[in-house]
């Protein structure tokens, strides 16, 4: 897929983006938000750039709204959309995981850990009573009674990444033990509970991508939509009913397949999207084939990294295998009615 000058020379571009202060945005005078923001770390840490992905991670402890909370985007470091969205919040806990497997640092773990803690308990705080999780916080402090499939994916895998933590800390969550067992429940088997965005990709692939599901209930999901979303040679539609593929999706999806031993689809996957890498290394984000046009025009840092995650993890990296396959994290308090479902 990369030789291993190409993979350096992706590194490369996500290092060229990152602020002084750790910050990395998607891309130079674009704006950060937190979930891209770990996105682009984990892949730091995949390279061996630990000391750059610590300084991410600790912009992130820096920027922590005393709620636990982040704010949805900040641009030169500034705010600049006040709401805060739940699985951005939570992602930090698949980042802090993900660093600590691959440095062995302790100390630092212990570091992060109350940020850890008070995103969670932010997250946790836009709990609903069917066990799913309010997408976000307005800026006036409301939270629409509202969850959205793709982000209480994502949340679920974070939950079991922050029980990880607090198992190793030796730092007992049953709260968290319940809230992730019946938030992972809720996506394997109550899809009524979630608006309805079916027509994202993202919503197709993520309730395996947050590890939710796996085995054949998985394999089903993934075969069942494969041909609304996958365009071959090209990549992966953001949107089932648009004429655009793009780099983040494709590589996301790419690591699903992997998890549930898609290998050889993975693979093909990500080959397909070669056509999007610039000559810095980079990758473009996206690109509309009935146009023949590369759109939008920027290369952000969270599609080169979704892309150096799937790669490590069929490459075989021990943390990227570790926090993505799901097998050695935490459950929760599962649900028996799912345990045939889950297969985890």
């Not at 806990?93 to 691959?102: M, Q, R, T």
């Not at 429940?185 to 599901?213: I, N, Q």
């Not at 990549?235 to 050889?264: F, I, K, M, Q, Y």
Request: with cysteine; charged share 25%; net charge negative.
């Amino acid at each position: 897929m990369l030789t291993a000058e190409q993979a350096a020379a992706t590194v490369r571009s996500i290092l060229a983006e990152q602020r002084p202060d750790g910050a990395i945005p998607w891309f130079t005078g674009g704006h950060l938000d937190p979930w891209d923001h770990v996105e682009a770390a984990m892949a730091l840490d995949v390279a061996g750039e630990h000391t750059a992905a610590e300084a991410a991670y600790r912009w992130l402890m820096r920027s922590q709204n005393p709620d636990g909370s982040w704010f949805a985007a900040y641009t030169e470091g500034e705010p600049s959309d006040r709401s805060r969205e739940s699985n951005f919040c939570a992602y930090v806990a698949v980042g802090a995981w993900h660093h600590h497997l691959s440095t062995g640092d302790d100390s630092f773990l212990e570091e992060i850990w109350p940020t850890v803690i008070r995103a969670v308990t932010f997250v946790l705080g836009l709990g609903r009573a069917d066990g799913t999780v309010s997408w976000r916080r307005e800026e006036g402090g409301g939270a629409p009674d509202e969850a959205l499939l793709t982000g209480c994916s994502s949340v679920h895998h974070a939950l079991r990444c922050a029980l990880a933590i607090a198992e190793y800390l030796e730092e007992p969550q049953p709260d968290w033990e319940l809230a992730a067992g019946q938030l992972g429940h809720a996506v394997a088997c109550h899809p009524e509970r979630f608006l309805d965005k079916d027509r994202y990709s993202m919503d197709w692939y993520y309730p395996v991508l947050g590890t939710a599901l796996r085995g054949e209930a998985a394999r089903e999901r993934l075969d069942r939509d494969w041909n609304r979303f996958v365009v071959p040679g090209l990549g992966v539609r953001c949107v089932a009913d648009r004429p655009w593929v793009t780099g983040g999706e494709s590589a996301e999806l790419a690591l699903a397949l992997w998890a549930v031993g898609e290998s050889t689809r993975a693979v093909e996957i990500l080959k397909s999207i070669q056509h999007l890498r610039h000559e810095s290394g980079g990758y473009w984000t996206g690109y509309v084939f009935e146009d023949d046009a590369v759109w939008p025009e920027e290369r952000t840092t969270w599609t080169a990294g979704a892309l150096l995650l799937a790669v490590a993890a069929l490459g075989g990296d021990e943390a990227t295998v570790s926090v993505f396959g799901g097998d050695e994290l935490p459950t929760g308090l599962t649900a028996d009615c799912c345990a045939t479902v889950r297969e985890a």
